[in-house]
């Protein structure tokens, strides 16, 4: 469920009031979703999407709004929060900040075709371009850096084997990174999975969840893409939807020569990435709310596919039409 906070019609009425959208007609609480509360609002005029914040006020939400605003005024697929008559978004309701989106239309795509995985492409592409003119910063929270100290925290969980496999593969990407020129950097989503995107038939709807977007290595969102949207249920990489993606991709924003060379490592660091923070969940920070976690092993797999196989050939940038 995600309806942590529930709302009466006679508040959400009230609520939209303070924007130029319509008068209220229907309310329904969204069953999916893992930390806030979701709405759909239907007025008069659209369909709406009111979200609460359930973790309380937050420094960062202002950023996400700057980010949200920015891609939308540069045509991105994502909602661009709705400003209310004095040109405020940040909202207070029920105690809790709240945003309103417009709704945006799709489902999210489960075994994605390759149509999608090259309108996902062309959609990262285009935002990669234009995201590293976005002046907002906040540091990537899932960088090296936190893999480095966080590991740390599950290690007595894992097997001999395991722990073995973290602390060498964290090794080795201090190395990696450490001893590369600096990779291309601008605002990232940092959690591109396919449920946080919505789709139309194959038309790409819109890009959604941006409360891990922050700023840092562009790769680093792409090798999250690549790994969720392009990988098989054993961790391989199916070499159609990689090569869809990716060329897509690169008709906006072909990578550099450092990035082609830490390609591979980028893919293996970023499902590390998600084999920690699932195990964080299942067994530090497990949700208060009654919530099956992720599954660790998904990436583990994944992670161990990575290093067994490597990647496939990067596809040559062709430009964009
Ligand atoms: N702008 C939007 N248009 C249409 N549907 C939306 C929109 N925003 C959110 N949703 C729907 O609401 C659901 C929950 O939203 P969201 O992913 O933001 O919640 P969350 O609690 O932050 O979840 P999680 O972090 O687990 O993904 C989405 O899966 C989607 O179905
Ligand atoms: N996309 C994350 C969950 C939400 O942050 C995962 O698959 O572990």
């Known amino acids: 469920m995600a309806v942590f906070t529930p709302l009466t019609e006679t508040q959400v009425a009230s609520f939209l009031e303070r924007f130029d959208v319509g008068a209220l007609r229907a309310l329904e609480g969204v069953p999916s979703g893992t930390e806030n509360s979701t709405f759909f609002v239907t007025t008069d005029r659209d369909r709406f999407v009111l979200t609460l914040f359930e973790q309380g006020e937050s420094d960062?939400?202002?950023?996400?709004?700057?980010?949200?605003?920015?891609?939308?005024?540069?045509r991105l697929p994502v909602p661009g929060p709705v400003h209310d008559r004095d040109g405020v978004a940040l909202q207070q309701l029920a105690e809790r900040p709240a945003l309103l989106f417009p709704r945006l239309p799709g489902r999210h795509p489960e075994a994605p075709t390759l149509a999608q995985c090259h309108a996902l492409g062309?959609?990262?592409?285009r935002m990669h371009k234009v995201s590293q003119r976005f002046e907002g910063q906040r540091p990537n929270p899932r960088d090296l850096h936190w893999l480095a100290s966080a590991q740390h925290k599950v290690m007595s969980y894992l097997a001999a084997d395991d722990q073995r496999l973290m602390g060498d593969e964290i090794d080795a990407y201090q190395v990696a990174f450490g001893d590369a020129s600096p990779l291309p950097q601008g605002a990232i989503h940092g959690d591109l999975f396919r449920d946080n995107t919505l789709f139309d038939g194959d038309r790409l709807g819109g890009i959604i969840d941006f409360y891990n977007g922050c700023t840092g290595d562009l790769l680093f969102d792409l090798a999250i893409v690549v790994n969720d949207w392009a990988s098989d249920a054993d961790g391989h990489l199916d070499r159609e939807r990689y090569t869809a993606l990716l060329a897509a991709y690169q008709a906006r924003r072909p990578l550099t020569a450092t990035e082609r060379e830490l390609w591979p490592m980028m893919l293996r660091m970023t499902a590390l990435r998600y084999w920690l923070s699932r195990l964080l969940v299942v067994y530090v920070d497990p949700p208060a709310h009654d919530l099956t976690p992720k599954d660790p092993g998904e990436y583990r797999r994944l992670l161990l596919t990575r290093l067994a196989h490597g990647a496939p050939p990067l596809p040559a940038p062709v430009s964009s039409t």
């Open 60 to 74: 960062e939400l202002p950023f996400f709004v700057a980010l949200l605003d920015y891609l939308a005024e540069h």
């Open 122 to 125: 062309d959609a990262l592409g």
